[in-house]
């Protein structure tokens, strides 16, 4: 591959559109809308093993000289050769391509691997705030596509029925995926950690860091347009789906978490809190 190739990804409901359309806006940055490597994995196994079985039958009608095995570097090969065919075709003219998909932070030292260790880009949200964003999609997808609506219902699931009960255990996964991730990065140049919380409230100085982190043009003169443009207003009318952005929700769309639950989920995530760089409570 010819172009840089980086990775953008994150916890779902982290941020991660945010960023993933910021960073597309830059003149020399390609990230498209958010990728499927989960499903693009499994194509890729089902098309290998359909080969290989075709050239069994062909083996067997040419003398039976056997056919080689198709082990998992091979099957990694060929995804990895996939990504980055799309990566540099979905990129253009643009000599940074990345691509943005959330199963990269189940998979990090496979795609690190695979890759060639690719510049990676992970957003991180508040926990509580996450838990939040996910309820509120979730049940909007369950409008959407009311055929799928009992495996978006599944993911909102809690002990106890409560949307508190909810965010707790959504804590405990996010803690988990946190924890992995954070073990994994540190120390390694090619990660860098932003949260969503500091793009929008320092979004110049932080677009300024990651777009230096991909060696990108960061003069004031290119982060301007894109820093006008990254409000969820200004996002929303640009999107087919403005509700994506909350443009349209209503008071009774946002749930209240307890504050009881709110410093649980504090104590809880302390240590993660702080090596993700958000302050101490007041």
């Given at each position: 591959m010819t172009k840089q190739l980086f990775l953008a990804f994150g916890i779902p409901k982290s941020g991660t559109t945010f960023l993933q359309r910021?960073?597309?806006?830059?003149?020399?940055?390609?990230c498209p809308s958010e990728q499927a490597f989960?499903?693009?994995?499994?194509?890729?196994?089902?098309?290998?093993?359909?080969?290989?079985?075709?050239?069994?039958?062909?083996?067997?009608?040419?003398?039976?000289?056997?056919?080689?095995?198709?082990?998992?570097?091979?099957?990694?090969?060929?995804?990895?050769?996939?990504?980055?065919?799309?990566?540099?075709?979905?990129?253009?003219?643009?000599?940074?391509?990345?691509?943005?998909?959330?199963?990269?932070i189940d998979r990090l030292a496979l795609f690190d691997a695979i890759l060639g260790r690719p510049r990676m880009i992970a957003i991180f949200r508040d926990p509580v705030d996450t838990a939040v964003s996910?309820?509120?999609?979730?049940?909007?997808?369950?409008?959407r596509e009311p055929e799928r609506a009992a495996a978006h219902l599944k993911r909102l699931y809690s002990p106890d029925g409560t949307f508190d009960g909810y965010v707790r255990l959504f804590a405990e996964q996010y803690r988990t995926k946190a924890i992995a991730y954070l073990d994994y990065a540190e120390g390694r140049p090619n990660f860098v950690t932003t949260r969503y919380e500091s793009l929008v409230s320092d979004t110049r100085d932080e677009l300024r860091r990651l777009f230096g982190f991909l060696g990108c043009d960061s003069s004031p003169r290119t982060i301007a347009p894109i820093v006008a443009g990254s409000s969820r207003a200004a996002m929303a009318k640009t999107a087919s789906d403005p509700e994506f952005f909350g443009i349209c929700r209503t008071p009774a769309d946002r749930p209240a978490v307890t504050d009881q639950t709110r410093r649980w989920v504090r104590d809880r995530l302390a240590p993660e809190y702080r090596r993700l760089g958000y302050p101490d409570p007041a």
């Open positions: 910021m960073l597309d806006m830059h003149p020399e940055v390609s989960a499903s693009l994995a499994s194509d890729v196994g089902v098309v290998l093993d359909r080969y290989r079985k075709t050239l069994v039958t062909v083996d067997g009608r040419t003398g039976g000289q056997g056919v080689p095995a198709f082990d998992t570097a091979l099957r990694d090969n060929v995804l990895a050769a996939v990504i980055t065919t799309l990566a540099e075709s979905f990129a253009g003219a643009k000599p940074v391509a990345g691509l943005n998909d959330n199963s990269v996910t309820w509120r999609h979730n049940r909007r997808m369950t409008d």
